[in-house]
């Protein structure tokens, strides 16, 4: 093994670097060039390469690189950015789009180039989803968290044939079907920490792209895990939910996957998204207030299959119901008695 040390132009330090399929090095976050990112022309000389261009406009912790577009991680400014690098003594910035926790740590592309997945490196942090094929138009299409609520910090994600292989913190490695980006399913983990919950402890760094298949991990603690991951898709749950009397959509709809511990809410479309890794037959409730619940038993899911379920719900019916509450042993009216209504699905109740 030879080694070589490059300190051109000052450089001492770096956050991380890039080599795309063109011969080209990407160095981010450096102690040189505004903390942006320098080329270096590696087809000129692998050894000693010299600098053949700077992007400076923004600190940049992470990045990705293919063609002639560079797509930058300045999670100083809560922000992805697109570059175009045709011209590497001359990079052009092409978009902006903030992630939804403003601290953007890291970017992977997928193959197609149509879809982007960003970290967001803070407690209870998101990988978003974003269809980046009009740069006029990005838009963010989905949001995924290991165990939400646990505030857990999601480090790095990368995309393998319709798979997210996330290196999670404490919660290890995670892998995600993203087969449809607007609903991400995990479908696998390995927890390389005997930690919980928020920290930044535990698996940093993955690799999925070992001709072997095997995924390297890094744990801050414990050191290199060498894995077989089983890449098994999700089973898929999509639908609309509607007014059965107006017919027009209802959002903030809870729907439930019955003691599965998975709930999806409805939105302003009245679409929503949800599915499980472990194919079978569930029962999906559908609750919102004002509307009686409704109950779907055996819907069947399968691996890597979408299935559609479409609900109406019927509104609550509303009634005054009056009375008097006496005493059966002398016919007196009874003050403060607590009435309960049931329909064994909600209650409510008033004080006379």
């Known amino acids: 093994i030879n080694t070589y040390t490059w300190t051109g132009n000052g450089f001492s330090t770096a956050h991380n670097l890039f080599i795309d399929e063109n011969g080209y090095a990407y160095i981010c976050g450096a102690n040189i060039y505004n903390g942006g990112v320098f080329i270096l022309n590696l087809n000129a000389s692998p050894v000693n390469p010299p600098v053949v261009g700077a992007y400076t406009r923004a600190y940049?912790?992470?990045?990705?690189?293919?063609?002639?577009?560079?797509?930058?991680?300045?999670?100083?400014?809560?922000?992805?950015?697109?570059?175009?690098?045709?011209?590497?003594?001359?990079?052009?910035?092409?978009?902006?789009?903030?992630?939804?926790?403003?601290?953007?740590?890291?970017v992977w592309l997928?193959?197609?180039?149509?879809?982007?997945?960003?970290?967001?490196?803070?407690?209870?942090?998101?990988?978003?989803?974003?269809?980046?094929?009009?740069?006029?138009?990005?838009?963010?299409?989905?949001?995924?968290?290991?165990?939400?609520?646990?505030?857990?910090?999601?480090?790095?994600?990368?995309?393998?044939?319709?798979?997210?292989?996330?290196?999670?913190?404490?919660?290890?490695?995670?892998?995600?079907?993203a087969t449809y980006p607007n609903n991400i399913i995990q479908t696998g983990a390995y927890d390389t920490s005997p930690l919980s919950g928020n920290g930044f402890n535990g698996c940093w760094g993955v690799y999925p792209y070992l001709p072997s298949g095997n995924i390297l991990a890094s744990d801050i603690e414990s050191g290199l895990f060498v894995l077989t991951p089983a890449y098994v898709h999700a089973c898929f749950l999509e639908g609309l939910v509607s007014d059965s009397t107006t017919g027009l959509p209802l959002n903030g709809v809870t729907i439930e996957l019955v003691n599965q511990n998975i709930t999806t809410q409805s939105g302003l479309d009245g679409r929503y998204y949800t599915g499980i890794a472990t194919a079978g037959s569930y029962s999906v409730r559908f609750s919102k207030q004002g509307y009686v619940t409704r109950t779907v038993p055996a819907v069947p899911l399968t691996n890597g299959n979408l299935v559609t379920l479409n609900v109406a719900l019927i509104p609550s019916s509303t009634f005054t119901l009056t009375g008097t509450v006496t005493d059966t042993a002398n016919g007196n009216g009874i003050q403060g008695v607590q009435i309960f209504i049931t329909d064994n699905i909600s209650k409510s109740w008033t004080a006379t």
């Open 60 to 106: 940049v912790h992470d990045l990705f690189v293919r063609g002639d577009t560079m797509w930058t991680a300045e999670i100083n400014n809560g922000q992805f950015g697109v570059v175009n690098v045709s011209n590497k003594a001359n990079p052009q910035l092409l978009a902006l789009q903030n992630t939804p926790g403003n601290f953007a740590h890291n």
């Open 110 to 177: 997928s193959a197609n180039g149509k879809y982007l997945f960003t970290t967001d490196e803070i407690s209870g942090g998101v990988i978003a989803a974003y269809d980046v094929s009009d740069l006029n138009n990005i838009s963010e299409l989905g949001r995924f968290q290991s165990n939400p609520g646990s505030g857990v910090i999601p480090h790095n994600v990368f995309w393998h044939q319709d798979f997210l292989v996330i290196s999670y913190y404490r919660d290890g490695v995670v892998i995600a079907d």
